[in-house]
């Protein structure tokens, strides 16, 4: 089993920033591709980014590119999501999750990983 913990979320105006993190722990695999992905009030969950925890390659959904930045510390176990020019359609619980049956590629479809933390809120005031 793997646990994963995220934390930083939090409020924030528009035009601002917050770094979310996301502690691995229990049972380790050395390579994986970590994601995040968000779900607002009454929508779908919805791919935000990814990496491979084995190279580093990302992957982001296209209302992020340029805002967010994904990456990881593999020391830590830890992975993160920089989020700059925070918008109000930001506002979402946003999960940390794990496709340990891949290394290399990144998937976008939430079915294909295998475990999530319980999620932390990012609430964009306007």
């Known amino acids: 089993q793997v646990q994963l913990v995220e934390s930083g979320g939090g409020m924030v105006q528009a035009g601002g920033s917050l770094r979310l993190s996301c502690a691995a722990s229990?049972?380790?695999?050395?390579?994986?591709?970590m994601g995040w992905f968000r779900q607002a009030p009454g929508k779908e969950r919805k791919f935000v980014a990814a990496?491979?925890?084995?190279?580093?390659?990302?992957y982001y959904t296209d209302s992020v590119k340029g805002r967010f930045t994904v990456s990881r510390d593999n020391a830590k176990n830890t992975v993160y999501l920089q989020m700059n020019s925070l918008k109000p359609e930001d506002t979402a619980v946003y999960y940390c999750?794990?496709?340990?049956?891949?290394?290399?590629?990144?998937?976008?479809?939430?079915?294909?990983?295998?475990?999530w933390g319980q999620g932390t809120q990012v609430t964009v005031s306007s």
């Open positions: 229990g049972r380790t695999f050395r390579n994986k591709i």
């Open positions: 990496i491979s925890w084995n190279d580093g390659t990302t």
């Open positions: 999750a794990a496709d340990v049956h891949q290394w290399s590629i990144i998937s976008s479809t939430s079915d294909e990983y295998d475990y």
